[in-house]
């Protein structure tokens, strides 16, 4: 039997949770006037016996939203919870995921081990920028790839587009796109100074002349991946380029570079607690993906 508490963080969490059904029990949450952050189950004998599904989300205020989520776990532990499965559709610090430059962290690994260690059994996430990430809990993480969804929406304004993915690493997220809609696949060569985060690419000539295309990946930040990648893909000879990303992050300037770059539309999927109003950009709602993945999963 499982129950769902769910963290204003990701208020989506809602919607998943009654489209399976699931009893909510609500969580108190707070600020302490010197910021420190406190919650409470506010029925905590609802979660006695229960196995618990935690939703949050880890974007905006990483750091704070993270804390909150094992708050939320340590809490749902100490009111005797069974299992409990920690939903988490943007998983903050996944692009660190390796050693980039000697002397770092990996920033991936700290936070999955933070999240066993508070108590979380199971993770639920959503286009995590890469797998191996999840290693840690073999047979108990779950990726939900809903780059397909995002690439459906674009084909109501595109014809036979291309599906290009600006950088190896996103590539068998694109393919997996164009697979489930027949469409074919490519791949830019980019590079990222790892000091600066400035964006440039190889030039790799890909037959995109007279093509709509739809640029796939996992995250724009400041937009500097995106934007690059579609001048290319223009200069090369594309018609209209939509970003489907899943995460919209789009800090500094993001949407202007994008909208100098050319970009048709920007689609993003509801992943995390905040929402960007702009002209171009289009959020499409990943709930109900969510929820049939996580019945599977979990045997709801
Ligand atoms: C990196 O490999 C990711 O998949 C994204 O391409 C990257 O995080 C986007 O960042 P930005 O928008 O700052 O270029």
Redesign the pocket.
Same mark, same amino acid.
């Given at each position: 039997m499982f129950t769902a508490l769910v963290l204003s963080e990701y208020s989506a969490g809602f919607d998943v949770a009654k489209l399976l059904g699931l009893e909510i029990v609500a969580i108190h949450e707070k600020e302490f006037p010197d910021e420190e952050l406190y919650v409470r189950i506010l029925e905590p004998d609802r979660v006695k016996s229960r196995n618990i599904i935690v939703f949050s989300t880890l974007y905006p205020k990483q750091e704070r939203a993270l804390l909150k989520t094992l708050l939320a776990v340590d809490a749902a532990k100490r009111a005797g919870a069974l299992e409990v499965t920690a939903v988490i559709p943007y998983l903050a610090y996944a %692009?660190q995921d390796k050693l980039f430059l000697p002397g770092e962290p990996v920033s991936a690994s700290l936070i999955i081990e933070l999240l066993k260690n508070t108590g979380v059994n199971r993770l639920v996430t959503v286009d995590v920028?890469s797998l191996h990430v999840l290693e840690s809990l073999p047979g108990k993480a779950l990726n939900v790839m809903v780059s397909d969804l995002l690439v459906e929406h674009a084909l109501k304004y595109l014809v036979d587009p291309l599906i290009i993915a600006?950088?190896k *690493?996103?590539y068998e997220r694109a393919c997996y796109a164009a697979r489930t809609h027949g469409l074919k696949c490519d791949y830019l060569i980019k590079q %990222?100074d790892r000091i600066t985060?400035e &964006?440039s690419y190889t030039p790799r000539e890909i037959s995109v002349s007279n093509r709509d295309v739809v640029l796939v990946?996992? @995250? @724009?930040?400041? *937009? *500097?991946? &995106?934007a690059e990648a579609t001048k290319i893909l223009i200069t090369q000879g594309a018609r209209r380029v939509i970003v489907a990303a899943t995460h919209g992050l789009l800090v500094g300037g993001?949407m202007k570079k994008l909208e100098e770059a050319g970009v048709y539309r920007v689609l993003l999927a509801n992943t995390l607690n905040i929402k960007h109003a702009h002209p171009l950009i289009e959020y499409i709602d990943i709930s109900t993906r969510l929820a049939s993945e996580l019945k599977k999963f979990l045997g709801i």
């Open positions: %692009r920028h600006p950088d *690493g996103a %990222r985060g &964006v990946d996992d @995250i @724009i930040s400041t *937009g *500097g991946t &995106v993001a």
